[in-house]
Each structure stands twice: as C-alpha cells, then as structure tokens.
C-alpha cells in the first residue's frame, strides 16, 4: 500500500520507547505508529458503533432492571446459574 508523510510531535520519552520497540521487533518506528494509530482508530470506531447500537436498543423502550441484572450476577460461578435475563421494563412510549 502507498503511504504519504504524515508528522506529528511526541515527546522524548515516548519517542525512546517507540524507537525501542521497533528494534526489538526489527521494524521501523513509522510502522509500529502507522499500527499503533490504525488500531487506536478501529477501537474508536468498534466503540462508537457499540454506543450507537446500544442506544437505539434503549429507544426502543425495553430495559433489564438492575435488580434482574444483580440477580443474574449473583448466580455466577453456582450449581443454578440464572440465564441471561430478558428485559422486564417496558416505559410507555
């Protein structure tokens, strides 16, 4: 893939540790900042589609209470584990 110079400032300290790692690793500093910032802006993006599914799930209007979630939790680990729990509050609309 074609890449473009792109500059940004670091400081010192980072840039030692950068430079480090891509010895260790026998790659370039430009290489592990071009990863480092391409999985730093897909976990954005993963983030914000998370955010936007789980809000339009809520404007739908049905929730799982806290006290089903505790219970749930709760039941981790023993003999009658609960199963996920459904929503059980529906606000009028």
């Known amino acids: ?10 400081d010192p300290s980072t840039k030692a540790l950068l ?7 026998d790659r370039t500093p430009s290489y592990l900042a071009n990863k480092a910032i391409k999985n730093f802006l ?6 914000r589609k998370a955010i936007n599914e789980a809000i ?4 739908k209007g049905a929730f799982v209470s806290e ?3 505790d219970a749930w939790v709760d039941s981790w680990g ?3 584990e609960l199963p996920v729990p459904e ?3 529906f606000p009028d609309t």
């Open 1 to 10: 893939m074609a890449t473009i110079p792109f500059s940004l400032r670091i």
């Open 67 to 69: 006290e089903a979630v």
């Open 19 to 25: 430079e480090q790692e891509a010895k260790r690793g």
């Open 42 to 47: 897909q976990a954005r993006t993963a983030k």
């Open 78 to 80: 023993i003999e009658n």
């Open 56 to 59: 339009k799930k809520a404007d």
């Open 87 to 89: 929503p059980d509050i």
